[in-house]
Every structure is written in structure tokens, then in C-alpha cells.
């Protein structure tokens, strides 16, 4: 298994969440239909749901891990590039550096506010 | 029926709600786990897991009491409610409760001195974004698990810049 592969199946599974929350919000809120953005951080992966070229290559993997081919070109979700250090579901995949864990607390929106009033 | 004004206290759920921002946390249940497992005046530590730290399930360690394992996991995974940055920590220990040995059972007590240290953050939703658009974010870890060789999958989910859904998953 590539890691390419990988964040693939990982962008898969978010898609489903996705658009999950896309027609809960469309529910419970006055809104029009918008575009989900996908943040993932591999560039191979990115072009692997974008488009069929490589698919010649990567035709063993599941069909129904191609279902976020589908949502693309039907417009519900945009995949974008993110850097790794901006990466926002990096502290839920691996221990991090004591650096990197402040940031990335930050960034989840966990944050100490103790000097607030209760 | 009589109208008891702002949520502010629900499942040991503490929620504060304030003019630009409102706060959710759970301080008071984690003193609560920190007290019930002894580790009220254990010192804090700086990570909840070491990097680069590989659980394994560790076959010819010591055993210990599987069920006071199981239950501060139980405790833990509730905790998860409010710090997203515990999930994998706990997540990965978790995944060793059938037969939990010394070297787990440290790997769970560095959560809970990570705990001890951090038991103040909580999560804040703000009015910063006010565009109010859904984003996503997933990443992988290829093989980072030792004992099955499959890859640990996160996303997270931002409404308006607030953090929403999240989840690591095997």
C-alpha cells in the first residue's frame, strides 16, 4: 500500500462525512448548496481524484474507493492542496513533536483560556 | 415547564457561552478521572505520547488488571468530547485493552500526566470565520499501526473556522 493510496482511502471516508454534514447544514440552516472543500496533503493522491489517467495504474484498488471521483465531478466537494505543516487533521494520525502538538492544538481550536471568568 | 437560562453544565460537559465566543470543556471530569486513578498529584508531562513512541501488543510483557485498564480508556474516549488533540493518544491505547500490559498501562498514565498538565484547554468556537463555509481536512499515517500493518485515517471538519467533527480512525 502506497501512501498515495492511502490518503485516498483517508479523503474517501472524510467525503462521506462530508457530505454528511453538507445536507445536515442544508437542513438545519437557510443556506444554498455550497461546495465542500477537502484539504489533503499529497499531491498524487490529489491528481488521483481529480482524474482517470492514472487510473490504469491504480485500477486494483476498490471501486468504492473511487466514490470521491463522483462527488468531484458533481461538484460537491473541491480537493485542495494543503502543506503538512498546515495541516489541520495532522494530530489525529500521529504523535507529534512538542512544537508541532502546540500548534496543531491551536489550529483544532483547543486552547487554554483560564485567565477568563467563569 | 421553567426556562433555566444558557446551557452551561451538561453530562459533565461544562459550556460557556460569551458575547464573540462560546467555550465547551471538561475540566471538572478530568480532575475526576486524574482523582479516581491516583493520579491527582502525579507530575504533568509535556506530550501525551511520545513521537515516534510504537505500541506493539507486546506479548511476553507483564499483565496487568484488564478491567481498570478498560475503564480509564472508557473515562478517556468520554474526555474526547472536548480535546480532539487526545483522540489519537487514545485511540492507539484503546486498541490494546484485550490484553493490556505494563507497557500500555505507562502509555495510558502519560496521557493522564499529559492531562494533569493541560487540564485547563478546552475547545473555543469563535466568530472569526464569518464566512460561514464547511471545510475539511484528512491526512494518513501509512502502517502506522505495528500490529496489523494498517494506516491510521484523520479528518477534521471547520464550520466558519470552528472545529466541528473530527475523528482517527484505523
Redesign the interface.
Known amino acids: 500500500?502506497?501512501?498515495c493510496e492511502?490518503?485516498f482511502?483517508?479523503?474517501t471516508?472524510?467525503t462521506k462525512?462530508?457530505l454528511w454534514?453538507?445536507n445536515l447544514?442544508l437542513e438545519i440552516?437557510p443556506?444554498k448548496p455550497?461546495v465542500?472543500?477537502?484539504?489533503?496533503?499529497n499531491n498524487s493522491a490529489i491528481a488521483l481524484m481529480k482524474n482517470l489517467v492514472f487510473h490504469g495504474k491504480s485500477k486494483h484498488k476498490d471501486i468504492k474507493y473511487h466514490f470521491i471521483r463522483k462527488c468531484v465531478e458533481a461538484g460537491q466537494i473541491a480537493v485542495k492542496k494543503?502543506h503538512t505543516d498546515e495541516?489541520?487533521?495532522?494530530?489525529?494520525?500521529?504523535?507529534?513533536?512538542?512544537g508541532k502538538?502546540a500548534v496543531?492544538?491551536h489550529l483544532?481550536?483547543?486552547?487554554?483560556?483560564?485567565g477568563?471568568q467563569? | 415547564m421553567s426556562d433555566l437560562g444558557l446551557l452551561s453544565y451538561h453530562l459533565g460537559i461544562e459550556v460557556g457561552q460569551y458575547k464573540d465566543f462560546t467555550i465547551v470543556k471538561q475540566t471538572c471530569y478530568a480532575k475526576k478521572i486524574l482523582e479516581q486513578f491516583g493520579m491527582g498529584q502525579c507530575n504533568a508531562a509535556k506530550f501525551p505520547m511520545e513521537p515516534g513512541a510504537r505500541l506493539h501488543s507486546d506479548n511476553d510483557g507483564q499483565p496487568v488488571d484488564a478491567t481498570q485498564y478498560r475503564k480509564v480508556i472508557g473515562c478517556l474516549r468520554y474526555l474526547l468530547h472536548t480535546r480532539p488533540d487526545l483522540a489519537y493518544t487514545v485511540r492507539v491505547a484503546s486498541r490494546f485493552m484485550e490484553k493490556p500490559t505494563l507497557m500500555h498501562m505507562q502509555a495510558v498514565k502519560q496521557i493522564l500526566r499529559y492531562l494533569k498538565g493541560t487540564i485547563d484547554l478546552r475547545l473555543v468556537y469563535t466568530q472569526e470565520g464569518l464566512k460561514e463555509e464547511l471545510v475539511g481536512y484528512s491526512d494518513s499515517d501509512v502502517g502506522g499501526d505495528l500490529v496489523s500493518r494498517r494506516s491510521t485515517g484523520g479528518m477534521a471538519f471547520y464550520l466558519g473556522g470552528s472545529l466541528i467533527t473530527w475523528c482517527s480512525q484505523k
Do not use: I, N, W
Open positions: 500500500m502506497s501512501s492511502d490518503e482511502m483517508a479523503a471516508f472524510a462525512q462530508a454534514l453538507r447544514l440552516t443556506r455550497q465542500v472543500e477537502l484539504y489533503v496533503d494543503v495541516q489541520k487533521a495532522d494530530a489525529l494520525t500521529k504523535a507529534l513533536t512538542l502538538l496543531m492544538r483544532l481550536g483547543v486552547r487554554d483560556l483560564s477568563l467563569d
